[in-house]
């Protein structure tokens, strides 16, 4: 009697546990789809984000022109916008940190509904300068980026991050239409008001889908112990302490320099593509589309299936030779449809070293810190932008278009051979 008493109470125990098990694994079942719908939301924001920036990309020119602002002062307006956003893109990173994810996508969605707001009331130059300030906190994609990190694990996180050149992709087909169709048929200003709305939709969607606390609640106390170290959203300090940790430095400076001459020839493209290839505005238009369809394929089908099946140092050496190429092709190209065959490349090297780097960055950083880094890297192309038209323009007038791809060929050889050379050590400080 008592060994059946015995072997009842264990049959019982076993059926316990066996009941909590399934439990637990529903409920782990609803957290990852939870989860993934986080995501999902994400990548919207992120597509309208980038599909409004487009559209008004597209749209300031020409609204520039009919107040009566002449070439220099337009590049004074741009220049002003990439200073914003190189100063707001470490700022908005610290600021994700300490307050969260969805603080700082709701910040960077209101912001850009003030934008729109400013821009539609423009009518006089200076109101048009007044309608930048807010631009020092629009960055939908870091925000997104930032939600992405905190929900992802280290070894899914190249993929994810990857998918948003989906959305980037959509924005430069979406925006570039949108804008035209919508000041061709209505006005100049009617871009602007969809840009409004759009901006509002997004900070609802972020208000209403972004949970609160994005982080895994393991990170949540090493958050508030990491961030109250330093409570200023912009400090040098903290920007140098990053860049301490192994492999940080040698990443980013792999990351800016591998970049830097392809993203000079894309702030001139608009003057080659009318004086070197003779191109139209609608001419520029399909083309421009063409490229976001090429960021789509690869962004979608290409970099995340090389992520799992190659280490982040071999795709980082590898974006890195074909940039090396490209430079080649661009030196010899005379046509457009030189080009068009060497986008193909042009976008795969640039699509892989921008996930690649964000990925290593991001895992080499606590993840009470990955904000400010996303921040850091978000950086990097408004930086190019303030600088690169001085620069970029020296180089096309005294050179020719040539001499971007003389120059790109002999930086990512240099990098490339450093890669190859040296053994960047990395540390992932995550769990």
């Not at 609803?30 to 990309?57: N, S």
């Not at 238009?285 to 995340?304: D, N, P, R, T």
Request: glycine fraction near 10%; proline fraction near 3%.
């Amino acid at each position: 009697v008592s060994t059946m008493n015995q072997k009842i109470t264990s049959g019982r125990g076993e059926e316990a546990s066996r009941m909590k098990n399934e439990t637990l694994g529903e409920s782990g079942c609803l957290g990852e789809a939870k989860r993934l719908q986080v995501i999902r939301v994400a990548y919207v924001i992120a597509a309208i984000d980038l599909t409004l920036l487009f559209m008004q990309f597209g749209v300031i020119p020409y609204l520039a022109k009919s107040l009566g602002l002449d070439s220099v002062g337009f590049g004074y307006l741009q220049t002003i916008f990439g200073v914003l956003q190189l100063m707001g893109g470490y700022i908005f990173g610290r600021f994700a940190d300490q307050f969260g994810a969805r603080a700082a996508l709701i910040l960077s969605c209101a912001s850009a509904s003030v934008f729109f707001l400013l821009m539609s009331l423009s009518t006089s130059i200076p109101l048009l300068f007044l309608s930048r300030l807010p631009t020092v906190f629009m960055h939908g994609m870091p925000g997104a980026q930032k939600v992405i990190t905190d929900m992802t694990t280290p070894s899914q996180r190249a993929d994810a991050l990857g998918k948003t050149g989906l959305c980037f992709g959509m924005g430069i087909i979406a925006g570039s239409a949108m804008g035209g169709v919508l000041s061709t048929k209505f006005g100049i200003y009617a871009p602007l008001y969809v840009g409004l709305a759009g901006s509002l939709i997004n900070t609802l969607i972020a208000m209403v889908w972004i949970p609160s606390q994005t982080k895994p609640k393991s990170d949540h106390h090493v958050t508030e112990r990491s961030t109250s170290q330093s409570g200023s959203l912009f400090s040098i300090r903290e920007v140098l302490r990053l860049m301490k940790f192994p492999g940080v430095m040698e990443v980013f400076i792999v990351k800016v320099s591998a970049g830097f001459p392809i993203g000079l020839f894309m702030i001139m493209f608009s003057i080659i593509s009318m004086d070197f290839f003779g191109l139209e505005a609608v001419e520029s238009g399909y083309l421009m589309s063409y490229f976001g369809v090429l960021q789509m394929v690869v962004q979608g089908l290409v970099v995340g299936k090389l992520a799992n099946h190659c280490t982040e140092m071999t795709l980082l050496r590898l974006s890195v030779f074909v940039f090396a190429g490209v430079g080649l092709g661009m030196a010899l190209m005379r046509t457009v449809w030189h080009y068009c065959i060497i986008a193909v490349p042009l976008v795969f090297a640039f699509s892989m070293l921008a996930t690649i780097t964000d990925s290593i960055l991001t895992k080499a950083v606590p993840s009470s810190d990955t904000g400010a880094m996303l921040g850091i890297c978000a950086s990097v192309q408004p930086l190019t932008r303030t600088v690169g038209p001085t620069i970029g323009g020296v180089l096309y007038k005294q050179f020719g278009v040539s001499s971007f791809g003389y120059l790109q060929l002999m930086v990512n050889l240099v990098l490339f051979v450093y890669l190859w050379k040296s053994k960047i050590r990395l540390g992932e400080t995550k769990s």
